[in-house]
């Protein structure tokens, strides 16, 4: 089993700046590739970055410039540096897993972009 922590959200005005992170702990040597996603209410779970293990990266189109995923295998943490942030990205963003054959979801963090 794969438990994943994300952390790092909070309140930014428009144009700001924030960092999150994801922890994960347990069988992490299985984890290949790692996501983060964004939901708000009433709408489908949006992809936002992708990094795999060997550190290729993907963007959604909706972030692309301003987004950026890494990740620190040493430490089992990834990171998602938002820059000019805008209200539409304000969502649950949630850290996600995967071994090939399993996913795990963090519990989400709340970004609200707003003045």
């Known amino acids: 089993q794969v438990q994943l922590v994300e952390s790092g959200g909070g309140l930014v005005q428009p144009g700001g700046s924030l960092t999150l992170s994801c922890a994960a702990s347990g069988t992490v040597l299985r984890i290949s590739t790692m996501y983060w996603y964004r939901q708000v209410p009433g709408k489908q779970r949006e992809l936002v970055a992708t990094?795999?293990?060997?550190?290729?990266?993907n963007y959604g189109d909706s972030v692309k410039g301003r987004f950026t995923i890494s990740r620190d295998n040493a430490k089992n943490l990834v990171y998602l540096q938002m820059n000019t942030l805008k209200p539409e990205d304000t969502a649950v963003y949630y850290c996600?897993?995967?071994?090939?054959?399993?996913?795990?979801w963090g519990q989400g963090t709340q970004v609200t972009v707003s003045s």
């Open positions: 996600n897993a995967t071994d090939g054959f399993r996913s795990w």
């Open positions: 990094i795999t293990s060997g550190g290729n990266t």
